[in-house]
């Protein structure tokens, strides 16, 4: 039972969610180009989304167990639950299966988006995590291709509003460049940088939504996501310690799901949006079992 709950917790089941929640709103996005949601591939590229960030976040720690061993000796590597070469082969198989699941709906766009995520991800884990500007680049440039793999069910979507997977590039290199410090502390005008990036995020998803005719549902849940991310941002910019810092840094992950919600809204209204919404009670919970980083 203990290796079990090792596994998983290598798979960070809280951030899965999360995942779930960008594809949910790039669905919604290839839905409004569409005009009927495909209701065959959704389940897939839910699958394929699980598959990938749950690989890619278990080759996180089996690149960092060394590191960990020091700075983190209760993750399931370095305390001895999950060895390197089960944590390694795990994730190996998890990309895989996320690599497959997409293409069974198509190699082109979706199997080839899956495996520029997973590629993208095996570069952070592995190299680009330690670079101040092309780490948070480099992550937020799995959450980007991973709103795009929700959105290829209908490669149209792509074609018409591809351009918004930015958005999720912005954001996520905030919450990365903000996690740099979860350990050693930050720095304050580290936050005031990421408070900019957030704020380009909202107003970036309202314009949208205003052009759309959805600005009002779109706004609720937009003020949602503020209501998330700015207050434990606040605080580790006025004591940026690792402790503060990790808060934030939790807050910007499970708001991930609020600001999907804010896209669904703008592309689809509201109840496609609550949709995507009710998944936050789940990763809240979840947030309570495992470590959200």
């Not at 203990?2 to 949910?24: E, H, M, Q, S, Y």
């Not at 293409?103 to 979706?110: I, M, Q």
Request: aromatic letters at 10%; one cysteine or more; proline letters at 4%.
């Amino acid at each position: 039972m203990k290796r079990l709950v090792g596994f998983l917790r290598l798979t960070r089941p809280a951030n899965i969610v999360t995942a779930i929640a960008d594809i949910l709103a790039g669905a919604t996005v290839a839905t409004y180009i569409s005009g009927a949601i495909d209701w065959h591939s959704l389940p897939w590229l839910i699958i394929s989304t699980m598959g990938l960030y749950g690989g890619g976040v278990v080759f996180n720690d089996v690149f960092d167990a060394d590191l960990d061993r020091i700075e983190r000796p209760e993750r399931a590597i370095p305390s001895g639950l999950i060895s390197e070469r089960e944590g390694a082969l795990l994730g190996a198989v998890l990309l895989l299966i996320g690599i497959g699941a997409a293409a069974g709906v198509s190699l082109y766009p979706s199997g080839v988006l899956a495996l520029a995520t997973a590629a993208a991800a095996l570069v952070y884990d592995k190299w680009s995590k330690h670079h101040v500007v092309i780490g948070p680049v480099n992550m937020g440039l799995c959450r980007g291709l991973n709103l795009l793999l929700g959105m290829s069910m209908w490669p149209g979507a792509i074609a018409e509003y591809g351009y918004i997977a930015l958005v999720p590039v912005i954001y996520i290199g905030a919450i990365t460049m903000i996690s740099q410090g979860e350990v050693h502390g930050g720095k304050s005008n580290i936050m005031l940088l990421a408070a900019f990036f957030y704020v380009i995020v909202i107003s970036a998803i309202l314009y949208l939504s205003f052009s759309l005719g959805n600005a009002m549902y779109a706004a609720l849940f937009l003020l949602l996501l503020a209501a998330f991310i700015f207050p434990p941002l606040l605080n580790a910019y006025k004591n940026p310690v690792g402790k503060n810092i990790g808060k934030a840094v939790k807050a910007g992950v499970l708001a991930l799901i609020v600001m999907n919600a804010g896209w669904a809204a703008a592309f689809g209204g509201i109840y496609p949006a609550l949709t995507v919404v009710l998944l936050l009670p789940v990763s809240l919970f979840l947030a309570r079992l495992f470590a959200v980083t």
